[in-house]
């Protein structure tokens, strides 16, 4: 038992002194993207169930969130990125971040893009991804911080 006890020691001290030495992070690190479901300001208003935010630029602080289901700009915001909440300190389901900026602008829950009828949206419950044949998100892609969104509307592909 001594000899357990007189090689942990040192071992502690070492880790406690690694960690010491490490600098605190104010934010985490990040990429140029996040995913997931999107609250605006409020508490309980969602602006995108499926959504991408994206930095507009990796030394701005802008930011604009995309929904892949309805295939549209939802918001666009300057200043701090998203409240995550205190999920590290509570043991239960965390809810969706929520916009922690100031909005410059935002669209209204409804199709991106239209068809021959207007903007109706068809989806069943108004719920899912747009009919495929009408708009479709296929994915995006990274080149260094940039972001470029892939999708199609139409018979249409679409880079942007």
């Known amino acids: 038992m001594r000899m357990r006890t007189f090689l942990l020691i040192p071992i502690l001290i070492l880790f406690a002194a690694g960690l010491a030495a490490q600098p605190a992070r104010v934010e985490p690190v990040r990429g140029p993207f996040w995913s997931g479901t999107v609250r605006g300001q409020g508490r309980t208003e969602i602006i995108a169930d499926k959504g991408i935010v994206i930095t507009a630029g990796a030394d701005t602080k802008a930011y604009f969130c995309y929904d892949t289901d309805l295939m549209r700009l939802s918001l666009a915001w300057t ?8 999920t590290l300190t509570r043991i239960e389901w965390p809810p969706p971040p929520q916009v922690k900026g100031n909005p410059v ?6 199709p991106g893009w239209s068809k021959e009828d207007g903007f109706t949206d068809p989806r ?4 899912g991804p747009l009919p495929k044949d009408w ?19 139409g018979d249409s592909e679409v880079l942007g």
């Open 135 to 153: 708009a479709h998100y296929r994915g995006l892609y990274l080149h260094g911080d940039d972001v470029v969104l892939s999708y199609t509307v």
């Open 124 to 127: 069943p419950n108004h719920q």
């Open 79 to 86: 200043g701090d990125f998203l409240e995550f909440g205190n």
């Open 105 to 110: 602008f935002g669209t209204r829950s409804g």
